[in-house]
């Protein structure tokens, strides 16, 4: 029965399909040992650089250079004092479907920014959708359209449970790919600041050493992060490979942060039971594919519905066991005032930031 997914796990090979442990074309041994998830790195990250190059006249030569060197991007100042201000206000008097994650002692909660939500956070969409911001989101992705969007916001020391598995340095999947964090608060030691290993997003020979014997580990026995395609790495191979470690990008509120999470990265720790807010933004496309697209709203509104329709499904296939899906909808945005987190019980997701 396994077998008669072959044709659909060879498809994949040529997408972003990363986990080696429900394509076990990605997963085998023997062809990793043979080579092939090193021939998807190179080969993908050859077709997202072009991608990037091909988008690069929105942003200025020394923002260029700086993401291609370093892997990320800081920008001060985004908005006005005024706009800003609005923005703080809009985000807090909302009140539109959140939907809530849990990992480790962490809780995300986020708001989607889609259509349905124009009207009622328009300073939010009118910042995300500003040339400037739009130009390096573009650029960064790879990809000719705009990201996927949310308000985040980030709850540390939320729940009883292990460490958050976002604060282990890992690399998000084999090939670029751009997250940007649009931060409404100050974040410092106390909540938890963006940690990223500079230039640890280039293909050295040392990387790609450590991704083949990394990806026949993975075959063999592997944590259950890694075996999904987002690799954990150790402070040790870090130093091997010749860096020093993260850097924490402590920035005050009105900072975009932009990085290729292909680049080793983490959630900061936090040193307080603490929140941060952002607009926290998404852009992952088939790195095989050598045309950025065209920017039109109908992708859009399609990419939106698409992502809708897929939490929905995720909603129902986790009401058939009576559970709830990794990120399930609550009643309620819970404060720092709260004396005890009440929501749901603890799942678990792969997929976060
Ligand atoms: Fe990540």
Same mark, same amino acid.
Request: charged share 25%.
């Given at each position: 029965?396994?077998?008669?997914?072959?044709?659909?796990?060879?498809?994949?090979? =040529?997408? /972003?399909?990363? %986990?080696?442990?429900?394509?076990?074309? +990605?997963? $085998?041994?023997?062809?990793?040992?043979? @080579?092939?998830?090193?021939?998807?790195?190179?080969?993908?990250?050859?077709?997202?650089?072009?991608?990037?190059?091909?988008?690069?006249?929105?942003?200025?030569?020394?923002?260029?250079?700086?993401?291609?060197?370093?892997?990320?991007?800081?920008?001060?100042?985004?908005?006005?004092?005024?706009?800003?201000?609005?923005?703080?206000?809009?985000?807090?008097?909302?009140?539109?479907?959140?939907?809530?994650?849990?990992?480790?002692?962490?809780?995300?909660?986020?708001?989607?920014?889609?259509?349905?939500?124009?009207?009622? =956070?328009? /300073?939010?969409? %009118?910042?995300?959708?500003?040339?400037? +911001?739009? $130009?390096?989101?573009?650029?960064?992705? @790879?990809?000719?359209?705009?990201?996927?969007?949310?308000?985040?916001?980030?709850?540390?020391?939320?729940?009883?449970?292990?460490?958050?598995?976002?604060?282990?340095?890992?690399?998000?999947?084999?090939?670029?790919?751009?997250?940007?964090?649009?931060?409404?608060?100050?974040?410092?030691?106390?909540?938890?600041?963006?940690?990223?290993?500079?230039?640890?997003?280039?293909?050295?020979?040392?990387?790609?050493?450590?991704?083949?014997?990394?990806?026949?580990?993975?075959?063999?026995?592997?944590?259950?992060?890694?075996?999904?395609?987002?690799?954990?790495?150790?402070?040790?191979?870090?130093?091997?490979?010749?860096?020093?470690?993260?850097?924490?990008?402590?920035?005050?509120?009105?900072?975009?942060?932009?990085?290729?999470?292909?680049?080793?990265?983490?959630?900061?720790?936090?040193?307080?039971?603490?929140?941060?807010?952002?607009?926290?933004?998404?852009?992952?496309?088939?790195?095989?594919?050598?045309?950025?697209?065209?920017?039109?709203?109908?992708?859009?509104?399609?990419?939106?519905?698409?992502?809708?329709?897929?939490?929905?499904?995720?909603?129902?296939?986790?009401?058939?066991?009576?559970?709830?899906?990794?990120?399930?909808?609550?009643?309620?945005?819970?404060?720092?005032?709260?004396?005890?987190?009440?929501?749901?019980?603890?799942?678990?997701?792969?997929?976060?930031?």
């Amino acid at each position: 029965m396994k077998y008669a997914l072959f044709p659909l796990w060879l498809l994949q090979l =040529l997408t /972003q399909a990363k %986990s080696f442990k429900s394509n076990r074309i +990605i997963g $085998n041994l023997w062809l990793n040992k043979l @080579g092939l998830h090193v021939v998807r790195i190179i080969l993908s990250h050859s077709i997202m650089h072009l991608r990037m190059r091909m988008l690069s006249r929105g942003v200025t030569p020394e923002q260029r250079q700086h993401f291609f060197k370093h892997g990320y991007l800081v920008l001060d100042n985004v908005l006005p004092a005024i706009e800003f201000e609005a923005i703080k206000r809009e985000v807090a008097e909302v009140n539109a479907e959140v939907r809530e994650c849990i990992q480790g002692d962490t809780l995300t909660h986020r708001i989607v920014l889609d259509e349905g939500t124009s009207e009622s =956070l328009s /300073q939010c969409h %009118s910042m995300l959708r500003d040339k400037t +911001i739009l $130009n390096i989101h573009k650029f960064g992705s @790879g990809k000719n359209n705009v990201p996927v969007s949310y308000i985040q916001t980030i709850k540390n020391h939320f729940v009883d449970g292990p460490s958050d598995p976002q604060k282990n340095l890992h690399s998000d999947t084999f090939h670029p790919t751009m997250k940007s964090w649009y931060f409404l608060d100050n974040v410092d030691d106390d909540n938890g600041p963006f940690n990223y290993v500079p230039g640890s997003h280039r293909l050295s020979l040392s990387r790609l050493k450590w991704e083949y014997k990394k990806s026949i580990a993975i075959c063999n026995d592997g944590d259950r992060y890694s075996s999904n395609g987002s690799f954990r790495i150790t402070p040790e191979d870090l130093v091997e490979m010749g860096f020093d470690g993260p850097i924490a990008l402590k920035v005050p509120g009105n900072t975009l942060v932009m990085a290729n999470t292909h680049g080793f990265h983490r959630r900061g720790d936090a040193r307080l039971r603490s929140m941060r807010t952002e607009l926290w933004s998404i852009s992952r496309s088939n790195p095989f594919n050598p045309f950025p697209g065209i920017d039109l709203p109908i992708m859009t509104k399609l990419q939106n519905k698409a992502l809708s329709l897929h939490r929905q499904h995720c909603d129902r296939k986790a009401a058939k066991t009576g559970g709830h899906s990794s990120w399930h909808i609550v009643e309620s945005r819970n404060t720092l005032e709260d004396s005890e987190y009440s929501g749901s019980k603890s799942s678990t997701s792969s997929e976060a930031a």
